[in-house]
């Protein structure tokens, strides 16, 4: 008799055990699966993501190349007009070539109209930064007053004329505008630096900041 209850109580221990490791299984396959299904789909919409800024940076680089130069060695776009301002002047009143305001004003145009027509995507935000750079001239009075200081405040005019042709991209739905001087430093930098007038220039960044992109759109 204490043989029969002795099976007995082996039997059901082995079924007891049998039955808790059915069920860790059980979790263990739910959270495998959890864990592959989260790791796809992060995969996927990093593939969403990449695929968006590939379109995004197809369409900045269409951007009108009368105005525009792609210097690829450097990975960015360059305002190909050639801008001069007498020593120590940063008004747009102050350019030499009178004749290149309406020639600048076109070329803000055409960045308003990139951005227009790739800002589709409402988790998709811009950031585009307007950067004046300065020729080395040797200009330096004191803090306030020097080409580092010089050049943010053309990249300012710049923004300010702008403005008063109705080019606001700061008003832009998902635009960030960002004002920049690069002094004397900064790329591209034409040679000899010595008073190069082709380094009195701006430079445009037009740089997507992806977040979640939703794939129903």
Avoid at 68 to 83: D, G, N
Wanted: include cysteine; glycine fraction near 4%.
């Amino acid at each position: 008799m204490s043989k029969v209850k002795k099976e007995s109580f082996f039997w059901t221990s082995y079924s007891d055990l049998m039955t808790t490791l059915f069920f860790v299984m059980l979790v263990l396959f739910v959270l495998v699966i959890s864990l592959l299904y989260r790791r796809i789909s992060a995969q996927d919409l990093k593939l969403a993501e990449f695929e968006k800024i590939e379109e995004i940076k197809k369409a900045i680089n269409e951007i009108n190349e009368n105005y525009f130069e792609y210097r690829p060695e450097f990975k960015k776009h360059v305002l190909k007009l050639s801008v001069q301002y007498p020593i120590g002047q940063f008004d747009m009143t102050s350019i030499t070539d009178r004749k290149l305001l309406s020639e600048i004003e076109d070329a803000g145009n055409e960045i308003k109209s990139t951005i227009q027509k790739i800002s589709d995507d409402d988790n998709i935000k811009y950031l585009v930064i307007i950067e004046g750079q300065a020729s080395a001239d040797g200009y330096f009075t004191d803090a306030y007053r020097n080409n580092n200081v010089l050049s943010y405040l053309r990249a300012l005019k710049l923004k300010e004329f702008w403005e008063s042709k109705n080019i606001k991209l700061d008003s832009l739905p998902n635009c960030e505008l960002i004002i920049a001087g690069s002094g004397e430093k900064g790329i591209p930098r034409e040679l000899p630096d010595w008073r190069n007038e082709k380094n009195q220039r701006f430079l445009i960044h037009i740089i997507p900041k992806t977040g979640v992109i939703d794939l129903n759109k």
